[in-house]
């Protein structure tokens, strides 16, 4: 972890005061950094976007359940892993949720080690979310710069075309090819054909390479 | 003919003897006395052989004659309870100052003087004698009181025949027709006889005798009438007894003071007396000891207002038997208003029986709900098991926290008084729960207790909470402060809430919004304790507003169908009602009132 990365929250959302409470001081003492809410709306209202850190969950709330808030982070395209700590965790319920993406589905009344180790897993999961979506966010950026033209080109290249293959299909002439084909490297912010097929592979844009 | 009236004096005699108030039957001894007498001198008239006898056999026979004209005026008076009364003393004057004539002018009032007797033949051979002479002149005084006679006796017996009944009538007909023809034939004979114009003896005895009879008939139909009554008093009586005897209920008769002077077959085997020790025994004897004084005063505040009516309504009468044994009983009263005075028949029954098969019922009902219970905390144990989870988590997680607090260099102690706290704290919570979950499990008797239903109603909704958001139910309560309490089995009425806040929840299931329970506490306006569970489902088909609530019928897949009617036949052992009623709206309520607990 570098020393610009800030210190990631772990947030819990539970109805009960008392099992809120204490969950609290048990993931203070291993000093995490804790912030509780009694209800998804509260949490929703109040939970820092921009902050790293991951969500300990009741499936059983008032308002919105543990299953709809993790929907509503989803949307959000949050990158919070959820930990799920429930009473009585159907196998419905728990597959909904790991279907989702969820980090974990623990039961209550659940043992230290576990907890805390469930909460780290999703802390580093959350650390490696965030680097990845910020690398896809910066390229789905420079994506967003180019012309219709150049990400035609685009395709084409990482389809693995040559120019001239390129300049029949497009019905251009391979001198334009070239020209397009420099200014999108410079957009894209790669100097090697290798780097831009690598680009688009983890940000799935441009056209699915042909195998 | 003598003999016969006497006879038959002497008989009303005696009856008058035994009926003092009867005095017809003294007047008509009277009246047979006299004619009896009268007969005497008539015979001896017509046996007389001078007219000097004649005269003054007359004379005397004027006395009996007397008597006889007063008793039939005042028999006439009495028996018919008729006639005009100033007339029957205008009579009796009248004919007392006849008498008096008949001693003070002429030979008798008849006869200013007779000269001589002729002889008359007889049929069948007997010669009697006759009169001849000149007539008194006052006889016509004589003559007027028989006509005054003939009116009274015929406007008395027009009286006595108006009033209809068929006894009066005869009575009139019989006694009154007698008399006046009498009365008519003894004075037509004398006007003749006396004025010369017929040559015929004296012979009134016949006529009289006829009245005599009469009379005699009329007063013997009535002492008939009274054997026969008194005949039909026995007969009465004894089906009376019968009755009483055949009566399934123990029967007594009290008096003004509390002595019991009648008691049936039944009452010597509640009680274990023999009649005999029964009769003439204070009737508080029956109660148990704690009960004989403030008794006593009841019986007395009774006497006062005597009412039939049945006693201690809604309060546990005991009455005790001879071996010293209790046993329950329901009294009835009813008060007989006699000329001895006061008496109270009691009618006592023993419900030992009634009293076992009601605890059987109750018992029986008891295991029903207890059943009920168990297969709805079954249905709830989700909702449950989440309840004892949350303490349990927050103990763990706690004392972890401690451990970890502890483990640390320097341990840091500034939390442990907290964490403490919350662990002893949520260890209670959990308690709490096993033993309300215990508690509604166990089978026991419905014991009854003042209870906050306000205090049900969040305990029950707290125990469904879990189950509440699952289903995704919003449950609000508005209870109102200051509920009156209600004398009641907790565990009975929370199972009625928590079945029908079940069945409200259900009753919203696959519904997408809206799913909203409410449930009301009030004090309606009879000072009863209502709780309502209103829901936003479907409603209720109005057909089955009133069909829910019998066993076996259901509009749940899973469902049995007991569930309201052990709520109903719950909330009805609590004195109260359960019923449904459609929102305006949308969904139903279902309303259950319970009466409060009189201080």
Known sequence: MSMAEPVPWVYVVDDDPDVLKAIERLLESVGLNVATFPSPQAFLERYDRNAPGCLVLDLALPGLNGLELQRVLEQEMSFLPVVFLTGHGDIAASVQAMKHGAADFLTKPVDDVVLIAAIQEALSRGRALRREGGERQRIAKCFATLTERERQVFGQIVAGKLNKQIAAELGLTEQTIKFHRANLMRKMGVRVVADLVNVAVRAGVGATPRV | ?599
């Open chain 2, 1 to 599: 003919m003598i003999a016969a009236s006497l006879t038959l004096g002497v008989i009303h005699v005696f009856v008058w003897v035994k009926r003092r108030s009867q005095y017809a039957h003294l007047l008509f001894f009277a009246l047979a006395l006299s004619a009896a007498i009268f007969g005497a001198f008539e015979l001896a008239m017509m046996r007389a052989q001078s007219p000097a006898g004649y005269a003054s056999e007359l004379r005397w026979a004027h006395v009996p004659l007397t008597v006889g004209v007063l008793s039939v005026v005042w028999f006439v008076h009495f028996y018919f309870d008729a006639g005009r009364l100033w007339l029957a003393y205008a009579i009796s004057g009248l004919r007392l100052v006849v008498l008096a004539l008949n001693f003070m002018t002429g030979v008798n009032i008849n006869f200013r003087e007779i000269s001589s007797l002729y002889h008359v033949m007889l049929w069948g051979g007997a010669v009697v004698s006759g009169p001849v002479g000149v007539a008194n002149p006052w006889m016509l005084v004589a003559q007027v009181n028989n006509l005054l006679l003939f009116a009274f006796v015929a406007d008395a017996s027009i009286t006595l025949w108006r009033r209809g009944d068929p006894d009066a009538r005869r009575r009139a007909t019989l006694v009154g027709g007698s008399l006046a023809l009498c009365i008519i034939a003894a004075a037509a004979l004398t006007s003749l006889i006396t004025s010369g114009l017929a040559h015929a003896p004296t012979i009134v005895m016949p006529a009289v005798f006829l009245v005599v009879l009469a009379m005699g008939y009329e007063l013997g139909w009535d002492v008939i009438a009274a054997a026969q009554l008194a005949a039909r008093l026995r007969a009465s009586e004894k089906r009376f007894r019968a009755v009483i005897e055949a009566v399934p209920s123990a029967i007594l008769v009290v008096d003004d003071k509390g002595i019991i002077t009648f008691a049936n077959a039944q009452a010597e085997g509640l009680f274990g007396y023999p009649r005999t020790d029964l009769v003439a025994m204070p009737v508080e004897m029956l109660l148990p000891e704690r009960t004989r004084v403030p008794h006593a005063a009841l019986r007395q505040a009774y006497a006062r207002d005597a009412r039939a009516r049945v006693m201690g309504a809604g309060r546990e009468l005991s009455a005790c038997r001879k071996d010293g044994g209790e046993i329950p009983v329901e009294v009835a009263l009813s008060p007989m208003v006699t000329e001895q005075g006061l008496f109270i028949l009691v009618s006592v029954v023993d419900i030992t029986e009634r009293r076992r098969l009601e605890r059987e019922t109750t018992r029986q009902r008891d295991e029903v709900a207890h059943l009920s219970r168990v297969a709805m905390l079954g249905e709830l144990s989700g909702s449950l098991a989440h309840e004892l989870n949350q303490p349990l988590t927050a103990i763990l997680s706690n004392a972890q926290a401690a451990q970890r607090f502890l483990a640390q260099d320097p341990p840091r102690l500034d939390k442990l008084g907290e964490i403490l706290t919350d662990i002893v704290k949520n260890d209670r919570r959990a308690g709490g729960v096993i033993q309300r979950l215990r508690s509604m499990l166990r089978k026991e008797e419905a014991q009854r207790h003042p209870l906050d239903l306000n205090e049900v109603v969040e305990e029950s909704l707290r125990l469904m909470r879990s189950d509440l958001l699952n289903r995704q139910v919003v449950a609000s309560a508005v209870l109102e402060e200051e509920l009156p309490a209600v004398s009641g089995d907790r565990n009975q009425l929370q199972q009625v809430l928590l079945n029908v806040v079940i069945n409200a929840c259900d009753a919203m299931d696959g519904q997408e919004v809206d799913r909203q329970l409410l449930v009301h506490t009030q004090t309606t306006a009879q000072g009863n304790v209502e709780i309502r569970v209103a829901d936003r489902g479907g409603g209720i088909p109005l057909a089955d507003l009133e069909r829910i609530f019998e066993p076996f019928v259901t509009t749940k897949v899973h469902g049995v169908g007991l569930g309201l009617a052990i709520c109903r036949s719950i909330v009805e052992a609590h004195g109260g009602h359960l019923w449904a009623t459609n929102n305006p709206d949308r969904g139903a309520t279902l309303h259950c009132e319970l009466p409060a607990q009189r201080l």
